[in-house]
């Protein structure tokens, strides 16, 4: 259950919620079992066949109404009989917790948290089950061919909420809408997204894999309960135990899971903002108990926004963090231009306050004229206690950048500490070997645990030569672990489609295929199978190598740059649903042309009206408008998509 933790601090871990669905379908005599998980649907179904009856069981969180799951159980009989047949259904599921003391209500069951809450004196969540009774058999009678029953669990915050849930639950079933219904809202969704490959089934079948997982942990786009948790590395099915991060959010959710939801879904993006906005009191504790100003977000998040890292060294230098939720929200900002999130919502308030936070972090050193940011730990956790890691320098200089940029839009006073410190932030830079050190005093060759110093050009997009990001990535590719975390490969594999070079591209991409395990896709966070399951980390890396390497997206101010290349087993690459100002786009990338089909408008996020779009060849210098429903074709080049009345600087293009 999102939002959900039991412990104080550093023992914080999502509570353990027993399910009464946990069910085991048996019988009297041998069958033969199939597994099948229907990602179009969002239904895992398990089935016995046996010589005289098919009993499947299927299992699904519905789509549309958050806080109800369902199990049905059909029966077939397969031979003409007089003889009852009988399934039994086997639970060892009792309403106990080592989290959770359950009380017994005398029409509902209902629980509450019995420990200490996430931070000292906070309130402790409850949680309310309600469920229908699960008989111990059930069985087809002698005159039916088949029958079919269903059953229902919600698990609510609130009674009220519970008993709502659950009596719109039996009403579905007494229409026979349950189902139906859930179909329904993922169809809807996924008519907003797809993302389809032609010549690679494996990739393809990873695709649709990373998509339905990562939207799996996301509310429903009709939610508007404002109840959303974050999303944690390893989903919500995961979090008890360390090996799962204890279901805590990190930068995970805001740097690598985030970036391939957005492009498709506004309301699904502005969730994980709102998010970050209801921890804004807690990050500003975290800040105060560092010793500075404004706003530091936890490396280790639940609900309030505190601290819940159990290792404090983590929370104290991995700073980077803060960087990485304003860059969540600049990225929200470019591809919605919702000012009401940042007006009304208080994303201003997140902004702000993590300039303010760099700005009482840095340390001005006269010998250079630079600020440095010392004592931190880059995303390369092999090492601790650095001076000027170049990725957390990088992106608090482009943090401080765009809250100067907010603040003009919302005629907000600039501090002109904010401009002074992204002006004069050092980025190393080694000038002999042309290539960004990881930090002051790396020794270029020594092993780097994952993604780091690479993601300046993707997705930080600091501005270099090519010769630069080419050594870069050449520096640090040999160095890095290959038993590292999957999302890794994702970011040097972008790097080199920025290059041109897609073949070696594609060799980098195909490593995380070692992470993934049949046959449902499931991804572990090491190669080796170990570490988080199911690492939607490594899902969001590499869909968006996919998304933003194959297609060279780019979300800028004031237009969407592409620059297509595949590698030669990929023949096409059909993108559906690119949300761009209030306007879907379905975009078809074949080896030598580029087609876009503008969708006739519908709904937009925020306060966002859709503008009139145009597309913008940079070789050529051509503007083809886009007209909704009619379809534009072009020879294959780089360009970007902007306002039809605008008019850019077509110098302001990566390298």
Same mark, same amino acid.
């Given at each position: 259950m999102g939002g959900v933790y039991n412990g104080e601090g550093g023992r914080c871990h999502r509570a353990d919620v027993p399910c009464p669905l946990d069910v085991k379908l048996e019988t009297e005599e041998p069958v033969q079992h199939t597994y099948s998980l229907n990602t179009h649907t969002g239904i895992f179904t398990h089935t016995l066949s046996s010589a005289s009856v098919t009993a499947s069981q299927s299992l699904y969180s519905h789509r549309y109404y958050s806080n109800l799951m369902v199990m049905e159980v059909l029966l077939v009989r397969q031979v003409t009989s007089e003889q009852p047949i009988t399934v039994n259904l086997v639970t060892s599921f009792t309403p106990q917790s080592k989290d959770i003391v359950f009380q017994s209500g005398p029409e509902y069951k209902g629980g509450r948290t019995d420990e200490t809450a996430e931070f000292q004196g906070g309130s402790c969540p409850t949680v309310h089950l309600i469920w229908s009774p699960i008989p111990p058999s059930l069985t087809l009678l002698p005159e039916q061919s088949q029958a079919r029953w269903g059953f229902i669990l919600v698990v609510a915050n609130s009674l009220e909420s519970a008993k709502a849930s659950f009596d719109e639950g039996l009403s579905l079933m007494a229409t026979g809408n349950l189902r139906p219904s859930h179909e329904k809202a993922w169809k809807e969704l996924w008519l907003q997204s797809k993302v389809e490959v032609t010549g690679s089934e494996s990739l393809c079948k990873a695709l649709i894999g990373c998509m339905f997982y990562l939207l799996s942990a996301f509310p429903s786009i009709h939610d508007t309960s404002s109840s959303f948790g974050g999303v944690s590395p390893g989903g919500l099915s995961n979090g008890g135990d360390g090996q799962d991060y204890w279901g805590h959010v990190f930068w995970d959710q805001d740097i690598w899971m985030y970036p391939g939801i957005a492009l498709f879904y506004p309301k699904l993006a502005r969730a994980v903002l709102e998010y970050r906005v209801g921890t804004i009191d807690g990050a500003k504790d975290n800040a105060e108990k560092q010793g500075y100003k404004g706003l530091k977000f936890p490396w280790e998040s639940a609900v309030s926004g505190r601290e819940v890292c159990p290792e404090d060294i983590y929370g104290q230098q991995e700073i980077h963090i803060n960087g990485d939720v304003t860059l969540a929200f600049q990225h929200y900002f470019y591809l919605t231009e919702d000012l009401s999130m940042f007006k009304e919502r208080r994303g201003s308030d997140v902004i702000?306050?993590?300039?303010?936070?760099?700005?009482?972090?840095?340390?001005?050193?006269?010998?250079?004229?630079?600020?440095?940011?010392?004592?931190?730990?880059? *995303?390369?956790?092999?090492?601790?206690?650095?001076? $000027?890691?170049? %990725?957390?320098?990088?992106?608090?200089?482009?943090?401080?950048?765009?809250?100067?940029?907010?603040?003009?839009?919302?005629?907000?006073?600039? *501090?002109?500490?904010?401009?002074?410190?992204?002006?004069?932030?050092?980025?190393?830079?080694?000038?002999?070997?042309? %290539?960004?050190?990881?930090?002051?005093?790396?020794?270029?060759?020594? *092993?780097?645990?994952?993604?780091?110093?690479?993601?300046?050009? %993707?997705?930080?997009?600091?501005?270099?030569?090519?010769?630069?990001?080419? $050594?870069?990535?050449?520096? %640090?590719?040999?160095?890095?672990?290959?038993?590292?975390?999957?999302?890794?490969?994702?970011?040097?594999?972008?790097?080199?489609?920025?290059?041109?070079?897609?073949?070696?591209?594609?060799?980098?991409?195909?490593?995380?295929? $070692?992470?993934?395990?049949? *046959?449902?896709?499931?991804w572990s966070e090491s190669s080796d199978g170990s570490g988080a399951v199911n690492f939607l980390t490594g899902m969001g890396g590499f869909l968006q190598a996919v998304?933003?390497?194959?297609?060279?997206?780019?979300?800028?101010?004031?237009?969407?740059?592409?620059?297509?290349?595949?590698? $030669?087993?990929?023949?096409?690459?059909?993108?559906?649903?690119?949300?761009?100002?209030?306007?879907?786009?379905?975009?078809?990338?074949?080896k030598d042309e580029v087609c876009i089909i503008l969708r006739e408008q519908s709904g937009t996020a925020g306060n966002t009206k859709p503008h009139n779009l145009q597309v913008v060849l940079k070789a050529s210098g051509t503007k083809i408008p886009l007209t909704p429903g009619q379809p534009v074709t072009f020879p294959r080049e780089s360009g970007y998509v902007c306002k039809l009345d605008s008019t850019l600087d077509s110098s302001c293009w990566p390298f």
């Open positions: 702000y306050g993590v300039a303010d936070y760099w700005v009482s972090r840095v340390t001005w050193h006269p010998e250079d004229q630079k600020y440095h940011l010392l004592g931190v730990m880059p *995303p390369d956790e092999y090492y601790h206690n650095v001076s $000027n890691s170049v %990725y957390t320098n990088t992106v608090a200089k482009f943090s401080l950048q765009f809250a100067v940029e907010v603040a003009n839009l919302l005629q907000h006073p600039v *501090p002109k500490e904010w401009k002074e410190v992204a002006e004069h932030i050092k980025i190393p830079f080694d000038e002999e070997s042309q %290539y960004h050190p990881e930090y002051d005093d790396y020794v270029k060759g020594h *092993p780097v645990k994952q993604a780091d110093t690479v993601m300046l050009g %993707y997705p930080l997009g600091l501005e270099m030569s090519p010769e630069v990001r080419r $050594n870069d990535l050449e520096a %640090y590719e040999p160095v890095t672990d290959p038993h590292g975390p999957a999302m890794t490969w994702g970011m040097f594999a972008i790097g080199w489609l920025e290059l041109g070079e897609a073949e070696k591209a594609q060799r980098l991409l195909e490593k995380c295929f $070692n992470n993934i395990q049949g *046959p449902f896709q499931v998304l933003f390497g194959y297609t060279g997206f780019r979300v800028q101010k004031d237009f969407l740059a592409f620059s297509p290349l595949l590698p $030669n087993d990929i023949s096409e690459l059909c993108i559906r649903g690119v949300n761009y100002l209030g306007s879907q786009m379905d975009w078809l990338l074949r």
